[in-house]
């Protein structure tokens, strides 16, 4: 069973439309994370949130908005998308709390080209 | 704010030693963290160290940390041709506090 799975894959798309990338986790964490990253490998967090609530909102254009519907699941919406756009987006989730390691666990990652 | 370089590329011969190093600014981390990335897939955790700590050995995996220099490396005896990765150092203070990733190091062995 794949631990943090994410949909599509790849994603090759048109400059202006709008798409959605899906992340579901059944680790039973309770904060998930969306990451960039760009062609030099260069990794930078974009959100996170916990329990459905959101909890880091780095410098991310509002054309970006993710939405979590429920713990195990946190999916991102880009609208108008830009050719700079085009990246690997990675999910990744983990368990906050005193004590715990905080593992992050990562998805296989979407492939996101725009045209 | 937070900064955690990396050199960008490191290539050794197998059955070498590997040592990918890592300097962070934030003196208040409490969690540093080595992760690889094979291609084309996510990242996955190799090992971790707290900040109250000096040295944390897994098998191959030795992490060294300097604190009072906020360098932190990863060593990998006797590397391997599937050990060709990109190894990211990550730190955290923990909490609700994100984790920021380094640059990453392309690790090349040559058979």
């Not at chain 1, 309770?30 to 760009?38: A, E, F, H, L, N």
């Not at chain 1, 195990?72 to 050719?83: D, F, V």
């Not at chain 2, 990211?88 to 923990?94: N, V």
């Amino acid at each position: 069973d794949t631990a943090v799975s994410q949909t599509p894959k790849y994603l090759v798309t048109q400059m202006g439309n709008d798409k959605s990338i899906k992340c579901e986790q059944n680790l039973g964490h309770d904060t998930m994370y969306w990451y960039k990253q760009d062609s030099k490998k260069f990794l930078k967090i974009m959100f996170s949130y916990n329990n459905k609530e959101l909890i880091i909102n780095e410098t991310v254009p509002n054309r970006f908005s993710p939405k979590s519907p429920d713990k195990a699941h946190l999916n991102l919406h880009i609208n108008s998308l830009e050719l700079g756009d085009s990246a690997v987006y990675f999910c990744a989730s983990s368990q906050v709390g005193r004590g715990v390691i905080e593992t992050q666990y990562f998805g296989p990652g979407t492939r996101l080209l725009v045209l | 704010g937070e900064d955690v370089e990396q050199s960008l590329f490191l290539s050794v011969r197998e059955g070498d030693s590997s040592v990918i190093n890592c300097t962070y600014t934030d003196s208040s981390s409490t969690y540093l963290y080595w992760y690889k990335q094979e291609p084309g897939a996510g990242l996955q955790l190799l090992t971790y160290i707290f900040s109250n700590m000096d040295m944390k050995q897994d098998q191959r995996l030795t992490v060294l940390l300097n604190k009072k220099d906020k360098h932190l490396s990863l060593r990998i005896a006797d590397t391997q041709t599937g050990d060709s990765a990109i190894y990211f150092c990550a730190e955290s203070t923990g909490g609700y506090q994100k984790v920021t990733f380094g640059t990453g190091t392309k690790l090349q062995v040559i058979p």
